[in-house]
T-cell receptor
Framework: DVKVTQSSRYLVKRTGEKVFLECVQD?????MFWYRQDPGLGLRLIYF???????EKGDIPEGYSVSREKKERFSLILESASTNQTSMYLC???????????????FGPGTRLTVL | KQEVTQIPAALSVPEGENLVLNCSFT??????LQWFRQDPGKGLTSLLL?????REQTSGRLNASLDKSSGRSTLYIAASQPGDSATYLC??????????FGGGTRVLVKP
């Protein structure tokens, strides 16, 4: 079974802090994703990566950056956390094939981040 | 802007009744459609993936259908149980790697 793990289930940070959210997958997947989920807005894609050191902006990249130094690990970085970044953050991975109908996304358990 | 709509937003049924969850989408060039389950405060669990060339997929009590021409997918859950209470999300994949999600249907199965 695919396993996607996230470093923390709950995190509380202060405004202005630099925040790192870590995601690790154990299925050798090329693609990894970061989403945030908010009531009434659903899931929105922040960034994704299709290979080591490669990244693409999603729908809402402002205020975030990412790092993919190893294939299994994808980090989301909040350079200077703000209260409007309080949210549930979900990481996902999938096998390669941008134009494939086979690749299924598998999600981690989520990190509930609160910025005070 | 491509959209995904899930109706109803919430559903409450007595145990044993069959569940019918609807998902409609505007993008006709989808590659696949995925149904997920999400328990409160948790991540998403993939239930079924239907490729664009398929009409349906089945797993146990779950059956999902796909009609690309009308932009609809339906998830059927037979003989519902209280453990089926959760939010169900559909999402489609078009060209590229991105999934586009619906807002979800929150299901409560009453014992």
């Amino acid at each position: 079974d695919v396993k996607v793990t996230q470093s923390s289930r709950y995190l509380v940070k202060r405004t202005g802090e630099k925040v790192f959210l870590e995601c690790v997958q154990d299925m050798d997947h090329e693609n990894m994703f970061w989403y945030r989920q908010d009531p009434g807005l659903g899931l929105r894609l922040i960034y994704f990566s299709y290979d080591v050191k490669m990244k693409e902006k999603g729908d809402i990249p402002e205020g975030y950056s990412v790092s993919r130094e190893k294939k299994e690990r994808f980090s989301l970085i909040l350079e200077s956390a703000s209260t409007n970044q309080t949210s549930m953050y979900l990481c996902a991975s999938s096998p390669p094939g941008a134009d494939s109908s086979y690749n299924e996304q598998f999600f981690g358990p989520g990190t509930r981040l609160t910025v005070l | 802007k491509q959209e995904v709509t899930q109706i109803p937003a919430a559903l409450s049924v007595p145990e044993g009744e069959n569940l019918v969850l609807n998902c409609s989408f505007t993008d006709s060039a989808i590659y696949n459609l995925q149904w997920f389950r999400q328990d409160p405060g948790k991540g998403l669990t993939s239930l079924l993936l239907i490729q664009s060339s398929q009409r349906e997929q089945t797993s146990g009590r779950l059956n999902a259908s796909l009609d690309k021409s009308s932009g609809r997918s339906t998830l059927y859950i037979a003989a519902s149980q209280p453990g089926d209470s959760a939010t169900y999300l559909c999402a489609y994949k078009a060209a590229g790697n991105k999934l586009t999600f619906g807002g979800g249907t929150r299901v409560l199965v009453k014992p």
